[in-house]
């Protein structure tokens, strides 16, 4: 049907996509299995960062690689206080699970709307800023794709070897296993907490900033990425950083290929009833703990 | 000066009440029993006594400074452990994993690597299974993995939760020499246990936990004649 | 027994106040404001059941409201049905609906619950939005009016009527011991399990009531309003649901309806900063949240508390 270089053309975009759509992903996960809480403002977190990419090249003029990592430096701290002023005041209370899902929902809107009315809903377009183009076997990859790939698989191998060997990782995996054995540990969670809200929120807005030339930046840029964030967590399950990965890149490449041979207004649909699909036959996911 | 001591403790969650009037001390050095059977409010004094509960009322003072609003992780800054029923471990870690975390605060993570000699002296069997998950551990090795974790965090005084819950009484006395050990090495123990022999054994002093209440108090020797333990306790 | 009196007098005072308002104040657009907030109350009231009073995280509710619509304007458009009559089987095909969204979510817990009902409404709507051959996607139906003629009052009185049928229904139920089931579930659906609480049949009944009536009120709205778009279901009516939800107080029977009725005029008087209403709208859920989680209504029930003390001291001196 389709000539196999075409095809994977097409799966060597969905990896491009997929590496940043993982950045998304892990962070989601991170927050659910250490904290419980289900962030629907995580969008937002990618939308802010591919705003700062946007105007860290539009007025300043770095590169795609710096203004990744201003996004990214910039959001961890915004995820700091946003835990610390919205979420922390609920933990305690009966009921918290709704709570918090209703904060971030609010979190959401306030952030999307203000977004509106200060940057303005044109979408805003970068250009590329490497030019030129890598050429394998007819596989075509641009420059700047490439960029995007090794910054987002730099991020994850960070996110790995944080999470695997660093005392604080080791903390981190600790209270998502058992918390009240980390607090008898002498880790302390609220501090636990807010550091992996901010990371959540520094590598959801790395994904967007990276993928801020490829795709326009807008206000409600962030609900796609979230719903794909939401959906990759469930496939590979929710709490498991190494579902997140592997399935964030399966998902890209499936996206992908739906375009491909579908449409592109479809592809929503698809991945939605794809997950659906796996809820009712697997609902662990991939690699669930819960 | 005691190490540890609660006067009037009140402890409960949120409008239901599980202890009342508790007092009590612990001196350094040795190994103090509370005896309680289910029910008797045992966990529910320990996570107050570590700050993951805390008190409604009353005091709580440790080296001599009053914890009972402290919060957790800094209670055990302070010196003061706990291995909850179970151990206390992170299933989906492994053993070392395990009693690196054990080390967490910042002073012990410097000298991780000699307590993990020394805790592997004491358990050997930990050293064989340190690349295992700890979920997959029996329940005897859970509780030395526990208590292995509890030492590594070099604690003036630890908290032991039923360390004879769902064991084998050959395990059981395996991990009570294990305790003994450990309090040779300076470090005071207070023990909470169903089990009356076990717990008036290993302890010099004891107290007597029923409904939330501290009933009775005494040396071993005093309790294990006492009429009302032989009769509630030992069925004697 | 002074407090319960005046409550219901109140009460009857509100209801004759409503039964003969387009006689008593006939502005055509105040008249539209609670045709609207009407219809809208029932759509949160029964979402309320869903997620207020069970517990579960449904963010699909728009799709049910946008069923019933589209199944009415279609019954009616291409074969003819009567429009009373389709209306009604806009509620059945909306109930019907909500078994597909319903399967899949029985064993779930919060998050999954949010993702499958959120994903399932937006599937229905980019369908209705893809499917022009049948629904003409984005440039909409025009859907047969129920009353003819410009006058309101008519459809007033229906939707009046859809609203007292639903609160009627809503009280009978959650106040028999389905209401007490709901709520042991939302505590704790393990508990729940093991006292031998059918947990699936109370979740299936309490879909089906909820998308019924839901289907019910997005029908007639498209009967009333006679655009219809795929927008109808989208997600900033399933933001308006929660908030609405969440001003008013969830969990409550009144509150619901109270904050639909005081958003609805709030939002109108508001039009004029159009761009700020949403922003509005996350300011007002996150303060909620922070500072008066129970909504409208625990503000009120704390305002009557205090009244209650003041007479108590005053009697027994």
Not at chain 2, 14 to 38: P, R
Not at chain 2, 206 to 221: C, F, H, K, P
Not at chain 3, 77 to 86: E, N
Request: with cysteine; net charge positive.
């Amino acid at each position: 049907m389709f000539a196999a270089s075409i095809l994977i053309q097409q799966i060597v975009y969905g990896l491009v996509i997929g590496s940043s759509y993982v950045l998304m992903a892990a962070g989601f996960s991170l927050i659910w299995g250490i904290m419980g809480v289900l962030n629907l403002a995580h969008g937002e977190f990618y939308m802010l960062g591919a705003y700062i990419a946007y105007y860290a090249s539009s007025l300043l003029g770095f590169n795609p690689i710096m203004s990744a990592i201003v996004a990214l430096v910039a959001m961890f701290f915004f995820g700091i206080v946003f835990e610390r002023a919205l979420l922390s005041p609920l933990y305690g209370r009966k009921g918290w699970e709704m709570s918090t899902v209703l904060i971030t929902v609010g979190a959401s809107i306030l952030i999307q709307n203000l977004a509106l009315v200060i940057f303005g809903e044109k979408y805003k377009g970068l250009p590329m800023y490497f030019e030129g183009e890598l050429e394998i076997w007819k596989i075509v990859l641009s420059y700047d794709r490439l960029v995007v790939f090794l910054v987002g698989i730099s991020l994850i191998a960070l996110l790995w070897y944080l999470l695997k060997y660093t005392r604080v990782g080791m903390a981190m995996r600790a209270v998502s296993q058992n918390q009240e054995g980390a607090y008898l540990t002498g880790i302390n969670v609220q501090k636990i907490f807010y550091l992996a809200f901010g990371l959540s929120a520094a590598f959801a807005a790395a994904g967007g900033a990276l993928l801020a030339p490829i795709y326009f930046v807008y206000p409600t840029v962030g609900a796609g990425p979230l719903l794909m964030a939401f959906a990759i967590v469930i496939f590979g399950g929710f709490g498991s950083v190494k579902g997140a990965i592997v399935a964030g890149f399966l998902l890209g490449v499936f996206e992908s290929l739906v375009v491909l041979m579908v449409s592109s207004a479809w592809k929503d649909v698809f991945v939605f009833i794809l997950v659906i699909i796996v809820l009712t036959v697997r609902p662990r996911g991939l690699f669930g703990i819960q | 000066m005691y190490l540890l001591s609660a006067d009037g403790l009140n402890c409960g969650y949120g409008h239901s009440q599980v202890l009342w009037d508790i007092s009590f001390h612990v001196e350094e050095g040795g190994i103090v029993g509370i005896i309680g059977s289910n029910g008797a409010g045992k966990t529910t004094l320990l996570r107050t006594l570590s700050g993951l509960v805390p008190a409604q009322s009353g005091k709580i003072e440790f080296s001599g400074e009053r914890i009972e609003q402290l919060s957790p992780h800094k209670i055990v800054e302070r010196g003061l452990s706990q291995i909850p029923e179970g151990g206390g471990i992170f299933p989906y870690m492994t053993v070392l994993e395990n009693l690196k975390l054990g080390a967490f605060l910042p002073w012990n993570w410097k000298r991780i690597s000699q307590n993990l000699d020394h805790v592997f002296q004491l358990f050997p069997g930990l050293e064989d299974r340190k690349s295992q998950m700890a979920g997959t551990l029996s329940g005897g090795e859970r509780q030395m993995l526990g208590i292995g974790k509890g030492l590594m965090s070099a604690p003036k005084l630890l908290l032991i939760d039923e360390p004879s819950s769902g064991l084998a009484p050959k395990l059981v006395l395996r991990v009570f020499d294990n305790i003994k050990e450990i309090q040779k090495h300076n470090v005071t123990i207070l023990l909470i246990e169903q089990n009356v022999q076990y717990c008036l054994n290993m302890a010099s002093r004891a107290y007597v936990l029923e409904n939330g209440r501290i009933v009775l108090e005494g040396t071993s020797d005093e309790l294990i004649g006492h009429e009302h333990v032989r009769k509630a306790y030992l069925g004697i | 027994m002074m407090k319960g009196s005046l409550k219901s007098i109140l009460l009857l005072g509100l209801f004759l106040l409503l039964s003969f308002f387009p006689f008593l104040f006939p502005d055509p657009y105040l008249i539209h404001l609670l045709i609207l907030s009407f219809l809208f109350s029932v759509l949160v009231s029964n979402w309320n059941i869903l997620f207020g009073y069970m517990g579960i995280f449904c963010f699909g509710q728009q799709a049910f409201f946008g069923i019933g619509a589209y199944s009415s304007a279609l019954l009616a458009l291409k074969l003819g049905v009567p429009i009373p009559l389709s209306i009604v089987f806009g509620g059945f095909v909306a109930s019907l609906s909500s078994v597909l969204i319903g399967l899949p979510t029985l064993r779930l817990q919060g998050a999954y619950v949010a993702l499958v009902t959120l994903a399932f409404a937006e599937v229905v709507r980019m369908t209705c939005s893809n499917w022009v051959g049948m629904t003409r996607g984005q440039l909409g139906l025009t859907v047969p009016a129920l009353i003819s003629g410009a006058d309101r009052v008519g459809y007033y009185y229906v939707a009046f009527l859809l609203f007292l049928m639903s609160t009627m229904v809503l009280l009978k139920v959650m106040r028999s011991s389905f209401g007490y089931v709901t709520v042991a579930i939302r505590e704790s659906q393990e508990a729940a399990d093991s006292l031998g609480i059918n947990v699936i049949k109370y979740k299936i009944s309490a879909f089906l009531l909820s998308s019924f009536m839901s289907g019910l009120a997005g029908a007639l709205y498209a009967h009333y309003i006679r655009i219809l778009t795929p927008d109808i279901m989208s997600l900033p009516l399933m933001i308006t649901i929660l908030v609405m939800g969440m001003l008013g107080g969830i969990g409550t029977l009144p509150g619901p309806i109270l904050g639909t009725f005081v958003l609805t005029f709030l939002s109108e008087y508001l039009r004029d900063l159009a761009q700020f209403r949403f922003i509005i709208y996350g300011a007002l859920i996150i303060l909620a949240v922070l500072f008066v989680p129970g909504g409208l209504v625990s503000g009120l029930r704390f305002v009557e508390k205090k009244l209650k003390g003041k007479r108590f001291q005053e009697g027994s001196s």
